[in-house]
């Protein structure tokens, strides 16, 4: 088990996951602000793109770059900082870090090593298009962006498709026709979703109808700006019968041991499975 405050004192240095603007730049807040000024390194998944934004909040803060292709080698560097006492704010290019973008290597490393890790609210684009969907914000399915490849594709929406909560998908604008051709695909015609693009800047824009016409729009207009794409849930999910459950409770342990697991973690899923407490199976298991 671990615990720790965010805000006592620390012989370490904090690491700070600080959130960007996600196009207007009056959406930083205060406190991104105040820390990107205090902290000792700023790590940044692009330095020339943060320093637009340091320049425009006079910070003159040290940048280090931080992204997907050098992350073997910072991690272990920048937690070394962390140990000998630096405070570092990590962020991406805009809205939050981890999500779609850097940052989960560092944070997971920080959390290994009982450093702490103190994140800022703010800008995040699933959530901003979200809330003015018009669809049913909660419960929520996140996605971000799926693979390119036509086939990988298939395979993601396909285990998505029996999903009742809105699910909500990030895409650049030339890969949206391929990618809305797909969800139809999987999805089919008649399924209700919300295009939001360029959020937060002068050309915002909500596209909403079903997966059909949104993709006709597509086909005689050019995709512009970065997308999210909210599918609304399945409201008649195909509901599949798990067989394995009719089997009696120390021969479904069995088989999953069968498939590959331990006997703890296949006592640990099928008392998930059958809704019963894990404890009571691993006596009932144990004492055949």
């Given at each position: 088990m671990q615990q720790i405050s965010s805000f006592n004192d620390h012989q370490s240095g904090n690491l700070y996951l600080v959130p960007t603007p996600i196009g207007n730049l009056d959406d930083m807040t205060f406190r991104a602000?105040?820390?990107?000024?205090?902290?000792?390194?700023?790590?940044?998944?692009?330095?020339?793109?943060?320093?637009?934004?340091?320049?425009?909040?006079?910070?003159?803060?040290r940048q280090i770059s931080f992204h997907e292709h050098n992350t073997e080698q910072r991690v272990p560097e920048l937690?070394?900082?962390?140990?000998?006492?630096?405070s570092i704010a990590q962020c991406s290019d805009a809205g939050m870090p981890s999500i779609s973008d850097p940052g989960i290597e560092l944070v997971a490393a920080a959390v290994k090593e009982g450093l702490p890790v103190i994140p800022l609210p703010g800008a995040n684009a699933g959530l901003t298009a979200l809330i003015a969907s018009g669809l049913v914000p909660q419960p929520f399915y996140f996605f971000g962006f799926l693979e390119r490849k036509h086939q990988q594709q298939i395979t993601a929406l396909e285990q998505l498709k029996n999903r009742e909560e809105t699910m909500v998908f990030y895409e650049a604008p030339h890969r949206l026709k391929k990618t809305l051709a797909t969800m139809t695909e999987v999805f089919g015609d008649e399924r209700r979703v919300v295009l939001a693009r360029e959020l937060t800047k002068r050309y915002e824009e909500f596209t909403?109808?079903?997966?059909?016409e949104v993709t006709a729009w597509f086909e005689e207009h050019q995709p512009r700006g970065e997308f999210v794409i909210l599918v609304a849930g399945n409201e008649h999910p195909t509901v599949t019968k798990d067989n394995a459950l009719e089997l009696p409770l120390t021969e479904q342990v069995d088989q999953e041991i069968l498939n590959g697991l331990s006997t703890n973690a296949a006592i640990k899923l099928v008392a998930?499975?059958?809704?019963?407490?894990?404890?009571?199976?691993?006596?009932?298991?144990?004492?055949?």
């Open positions: 602000i105040k820390t990107l000024k205090e902290v000792d390194l700023i790590a940044a998944e692009d330095t020339r793109h943060t320093q637009q934004l340091l320049n425009h909040f006079d910070i003159s803060t937690i070394e900082k962390l140990k000998a006492g630096y909403r109808g079903t997966l059909a998930k499975k059958n809704n019963i407490k894990r404890q009571e199976l691993y006596k009932q298991y144990h004492q055949l």
